[in-house]
């Protein structure tokens, strides 16, 4: 069964202070693994794709990696701005559906 | 350009009435996708289209219905709605489905 497991549930960091969070994922064929952002009763917000272990890809202060069992997403000198829940999603090549992580909820105090 | 939008934002219901979801793609975008979130989880997915065509049914009963028009905006039914429908309702759409999905605001439904 394909499956979507984000850690951690919860992260509160300082303004400044590094971490990641993890996605691990077990499907079968991997089309693309995606990352969100999502801000409270909203829509989720696009950042990245991945294909194949080994990518990574950088916008501002995120990073995100992939290897064959789980994703990355690297938060570098966060501001309170980055505040949100982070979703990861894998999309199968099977049948093309995309499973949702539940999210990581970041809090970044000033 | 726009991005995906979605109608109503908001909606109150009581038990057992019909609700109806609408959602336009991204200009260029042939595939749309529902998803339902109930709080503190992931989307989970409902139906894809592509080309007015379904491509995909997540695990939710037939009382959830859809359908995509000519220009490739697309319709949620849900019938008979019971408590345990209020979420927020996500619509996204892909130039084909396989690719990267962009999703519109949301709409909330509130079922009394």
């Known amino acids: 069964e394909d499956q979507v497991t984000q850690s951690p549930e919860a992260l509160r960091l300082q303004e400044g202070e590094s971490s990641s969070l993890n996605c691990s994922y077990t499907?079968?064929?991997?089309?693309?693994l995606f990352w969100y952002r999502q801000d409270p009763g909203k829509g989720p917000e696009f950042l990245f794709t991945l294909y194949s272990a080994g990518e990574e890809k950088e916008k501002e202060r995120l990073k995100a990696t992939l290897t064959k069992k789980e994703s990355f997403l690297h938060i570098t000198a966060p501001k309170p701005e980055d505040s949100a829940t982070y979703l990861c999603?894998?999309?199968?090549?099977?049948?093309?559906?995309?499973?949702f992580g539940k999210g990581t909820r970041l809090h970044i105090l000033p | 350009d726009a991005g995906v939008t979605q109608s109503p934002t908001h909606l109150i219901k009581t038990r057992g009435q019909h609700v109806t979801l609408r959602c336009s793609p991204i200009s260029g975008h042939k595939s749309v996708s529902w998803y339902q979130q109930v709080l503190g989880q992931g989307p989970q997915f409902i139906f894809q289209y592509y080309e007015k065509e379904e491509r995909g049914r997540g695990n939710f009963p037939d009382r959830f219905s859809a359908r995509q028009f000519p220009n490739y905006s697309s319709e949620l039914n849900v019938n008979a709605l019971l408590l345990g429908d209020s979420a927020l309702y996500l619509c996204?759409?892909?130039?084909?489905?396989?690719?990267?999905?962009?999703f519109g605001p949301g709409t909330r439904l509130l079922v009394l």
């Open positions: 999603a894998v999309q199968a090549r099977r049948d093309d559906k995309i499973i």
């Open positions: 996204a759409s892909s130039r084909s489905g396989t690719e990267t999905q962009y």
């Open positions: 499907v079968s064929g991997l089309r693309g």
